[in-house]
């Protein structure tokens, strides 16, 4: 399976909303509402962020959600904030037992 | 506090083996589903292996199937990750991961990591 496709980078000013799409098809994220987002600060282990496309789990700020349409699924974070400034991976189940991540996108905040 | 420590990488030669550990805490881990999932220097992840919580059910990515084997002993709550055949693309961070419900739906508790470099 290949991985999913995510744009290498995204930016917003802090208070305003910025959206990462992650891409694949009927066969991962279109098939599945196995969506998973997580987020991860430079040499730090990932964080769960999203689950089951927009379920957020215990702790994660409600500036966090997760949507899907088709084959593309989207992680947007609402008023930005500094700390949030990390890289983000999507994951998705592919069927026949397998997970398939993104690439990852590097959020900055301005 | 909820936890798992990875322990066991290291530095070895194209063809040679190592035995992985992870060693959970704070959380009833015969209860829980793990995962292996690595990371390659300034990479993305990629998901390696998973295990149900009874060790009945396991998985493996294509890149490291018939070379890895993934296991767990419940009495010690302790995950492990035998990886035989290494050649230097599976050099990278290999993070033990609780999985958050359904094997599928995600990995809510993760280690720090640990490092194996494959270089001759």
């Known amino acids: 399976q290949s991985a999913l496709t995510q744009p290498p980078s995204a930016s917003g000013s802090p208070g305003q909303s910025v959206t990462i799409s992650c891409t694949g098809t009927?066969?991962?994220?279109?098939?599945?509402?196995?969506v998973s987002w997580y987020q991860q600060h430079p040499g730090k282990a990932p964080k769960l962020m999203i689950y089951?496309?927009?379920k957020r789990p215990s702790g994660v700020p409600d500036r966090f959600s997760g949507s899907k349409s088709g084959n593309t699924a989207s992680l947007t974070v609402s008023g930005l904030q500094a700390e949030d400034e990390a890289d983000y991976y999507c994951?998705?189940?592919?069927?026949?037992?397998?997970?398939?991540f993104g690439g990852g996108t590097k959020l900055t905040v301005l | 506090e909820v936890q798992v420590v990875e322990s066991g990488g290291g530095l070895v030669k194209p063809g040679g083996s190592l035995r992985l550990s992870c060693a959970a805490s704070?959380?009833?881990?015969?209860?829980?589903?793990m995962n292996w999932v690595r990371q390659a220097p300034g990479k993305g992840l990629e998901w390696v292996s998973s295990?149900?919580?009874?060790?009945?059910?396991?998985y493996y990515a294509d890149s490291v199937k018939g070379r890895f084997t993934i296991s767990r002993d419940n009495a010690k709550n302790s995950l492990y990750l035998q990886v035989n055949s290494l050649r230097a693309d599976d050099t990278a961070v290999y993070y033990c991961?609780?999985?958050?419900?359904?094997?599928?739906?995600?990995?809510?508790?993760w280690g720090q990591g640990t490092t194996v470099t494959v270089s001759s």
């Open positions: 295990i149900s919580s009874s060790g009945n059910y396991i």
């Open positions: 994951s998705s189940y592919a069927g026949s037992n397998n997970l398939i």
């Open positions: 009927s066969s991962d994220v279109g098939g599945y509402n196995f």
């Open positions: 089951e496309v927009s």
């Open positions: 704070g959380f009833t881990f015969s209860s829980y589903s």
């Open positions: 991961a609780r999985v958050y419900g359904d094997w599928r739906v995600g990995m809510d508790v």
